[in-house]
C-alpha cells in the first residue's frame, strides 16, 4: 500500500508567475485536502476534493484553485505567485470526507517565491 | 470564522517529565483529530475523539474531548526524547464541509 506523494519535492518561482502542484493519494482513498504550512504555523486548509467536486474551502483567494482526477490524484494551482504564498503546501488524503477517519499527508512541496 | 487554539506555544520538559497541550476552539466540534509533526516532516495522524467527554489512551498519551466539544487536551507521561515534535488538535465543525481547521500547535523539546 503506497502513501501520498507529492511534487515536486521542492519549487523555486518568481513572483507573477504560475505553479502547479501534484498529490498521488493513498490507495483507497477517495478525498483529498490541500493545506498551506507557513513556517512555525499550522497547516492551514486550503480546500477539499470528494469525488472530483469541490467539498470546502478555506480562506484562500480564487487564484488558487484545484482539480481532482477519476483516479483521486489530485493538483493545486496558484496563479500570479506572491511572496507570502512561499510556503510548505500539503496534500492530505482520506477515506471519506474524513469524519470516520483520519488524514494521511504526503511530504509536501516546498515552494519558495522570490 | 471557526478558530481552534492550543496552548502553550512551547514546552521543554525534562526526560520522564509529564507533558500537557490545550486546544480550544471557538465554536462546537463534531469531532477532533490529533497530529505529531517531526522537525522536517509532515503531520501525521495519532487519534480522532468523537463523543462529549471521550478519553482515549495510546500508551503514555491520553486524550480526552470536552463535554461541550470545544476543547480538547494531550496529556503524556513520562516523556522520552521520541516525543519530540510538534503536536497539532484540529477540529471540524458540524456538517459536511470537509473543513478540519488545525491549531498553531505546540512545539515540544525534551532534554534527556
Known amino acids: 500500500e503506497t502513501g501520498v506523494t507529492q511534487s515536486p519535492t521542492h519549487l523555486i518561482k518568481t513572483r507573477g508567475q504560475q505553479v502547479t502542484l501534484r498529490c498521488s493519494s493513498q490507495s483507497g482513498h477517495n478525498t483529498v485536502s490541500w493545506y498551506q504550512q507557513a513556517l512555525g504555523q499550522g497547516p492551514q486548509f486550503i480546500f477539499q476534493?470528494?469525488?472530483?467536486?469541490?467539498?470546502g474551502r478555506g480562506n484562500f483567494p480564487p487564484r488558487f484553485s484545484g482539480l481532482q482526477f477519476p483516479n483521486y490524484s489530485s493538483e493545486l494551482n496558484v496563479n500570479a505567485l506572491e511572496l507570502d504564498d512561499s510556503a510548505l503546501y500539503l496534500c492530505?488524503?482520506?477515506?471519506?470526507?474524513?469524519?470516520?477517519?483520519?488524514?494521511?499527508f504526503g511530504s509536501g512541496t516546498r515552494l519558495t517565491v522570490v | 470564522g471557526q478558530q481552534v487554539m492550543q496552548i502553550p506555544q512551547y514546552q521543554h520538559v525534562q526526560e520522564g517529565e509529564d507533558f500537557t497541550t490545550y486546544c480550544n476552539s471557538s465554536t462546537t466540534l463534531s469531532n477532533i483529530q490529533w497530529y505529531k509533526q517531526r522537525p522536517g516532516g509532515h503531520p501525521v495522524f495519532l487519534i480522532q475523539l468523537v463523543k462529549s467527554g471521550e478519553v482515549k489512551k495510546q500508551k503514555r498519551l491520553t486524550f480526552q474531548f470536552g463535554e461541550a466539544k470545544k476543547n480538547s487536551s494531550l496529556h503524556i507521561t513520562a516523556t522520552q526524547t521520541t516525543d519530540v515534535g510538534t503536536y497539532f488538535c484540529a477540529g471540524r465543525a458540524p456538517g459536511n464541509t470537509g473543513k478540519l481547521i488545525f491549531g498553531q500547535g505546540t512545539t515540544l523539546q525534551v532534554k534527556p
Open positions: 476534493y470528494y469525488r472530483e467536486e469541490e467539498n
Open positions: 492530505a488524503s482520506s477515506i471519506g470526507t474524513g469524519n470516520f477517519y483520519g488524514y494521511t
